[in-house]
């Protein structure tokens, strides 16, 4: 990129991080107003007001790079950690487009990323719908065509998203990725249950049986989507969500107490200033696993392994987190119809991740054998 270029991106960039600040001031006042288990429809579109969509692309399509470059993924960190803050069940379903956009930058064809845009510019949400439901989705070969068949079982967004980057198994071979259309509501069928929180993201099982797609329509090729690192890192992105909803917490845990009239106790105030640490440790992880995300010179299992132990840091440090506001408001956080008693429920179920013994022994297993690598090296 020229100099020139650069430089106009870098006060893009900071114009887009104004815009989303005001929204964040101008939202973060507002009390909770809708039912818990209603989608925030209303600041999905205040944060499309503010071009958060558009910069998630690459620059030469008249995007801010937000998931391309360490400097876009500075303010992609701002920007899930803020939406995070507001909701973290918009947060989820942000996170999920932003990762379809990035997986199609990855491994889709310029004809596919130049289709996606076009898709996705009405405002429509990306889903990434990779867990299976009842049925494993299968893809098989009918002609020029190919045919779906099974139902993905966890589905955020279901009522809000409008292409969904799934995964397919093929007879042979590693699952394939393949954007597909979600606005059939007859494909709708009940999801997980009716889950403790997180119930604003609106997460059901979607029908893909006897769908047709064309092979415009596969991304990538055979094993791309487990292909590392880019499969675990992506994990960095839950974790900026998650450690929005943690520093909500804080702030509620701050603020009532104050109210409360209780914040100069010793003891509250040790709690805070342990809530303080876990909420600068997560922001620490999720700093240094963003990094990684965007290293040039990392080895993948570096990448893989710091990110897998930033994920699992985070969780600890808001499960630590939880207990301390618990133990700080008693009873009074377990109140429904408070903000401090959703955002809990919220954030516990968020933090539910697949196969966190898995991710914290293989990174254990990579760095016994190696140093953690030097910053810039
Ligand atoms: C609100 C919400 C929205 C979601 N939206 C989507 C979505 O849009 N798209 C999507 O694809 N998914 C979605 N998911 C699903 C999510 O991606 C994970 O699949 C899910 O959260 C996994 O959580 P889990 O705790 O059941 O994980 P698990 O991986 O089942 O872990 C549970 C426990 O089992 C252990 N474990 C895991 N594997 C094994 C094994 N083989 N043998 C023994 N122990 C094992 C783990 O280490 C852990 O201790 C969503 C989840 C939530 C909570």
Known sequence: ????????????????????????????AKPLSVPENQFPGELLNALRTTGAFDALFATEDNGLGLCQTPEGAQILM????????LSLSLGRCLEGHVNVVRLVELYGTRFQRHALKLQLKNGSLAGIWVTDGSSPVTIRRKGPNYT??????????????????????????????????????????????TLTGMQASGTGAYDFTGLQISSDDIIGSSGDYLRQPEFSAG?????????????????????????????GSPHQLTRIGEALILQ????????????????????????????????LA??????????????????AAFIKGKAVEQIMRDLATYLRQPAPDEALTEAAAWFVHHDWPEAGQ
């Open 1 to 28: 990129m020229l100099v020139a270029d650069q430089s106009t991106c870098l006060e893009r960039l900071a114009l887009f991080r104004a815009r989303l600040q005001r929204l964040f001031e101008a939202w973060k």
């Open 78 to 85: 701002m920007l899930l950690r803020k939406v995070g803050y």
């Open 148 to 193: 779906l068949s099974g139902i993905k079982g966890f589905a955020s967004g279901i009522r809000q998203v409008g292409v969904a980057l799934i995964t397919a198994m093929p007879q042979h071979g590693e699952a394939l990725m393949v954007l597909a259309p979600t606005t059939d509501f007859e494909r709708h069928r009940p999801g997980p249950g």
């Open 235 to 263: 994990a960095w992105r839950g974790s900026a969500v998650a450690l929005g909803g943690m520093d909500h917490l804080i702030d509620l845990l701050r603020q009532e107490l104050l109210e409360r009239e209780r914040a």
């Open 280 to 311: 600068k440790t997560a922001a620490m992880w999720v700093h240094e696993a963003a990094q990684a995300a965007y290293s040039a010179y990392m080895r993948p299992e570096d990448v893989t392994s710091i990110i897998n132990l930033a994920r």
């Open 314 to 331: 985070v969780e600890q440090a808001a499960l630590d987190l939880i207990t301390l506001v618990q133990r700080s408001l008693g009873l």
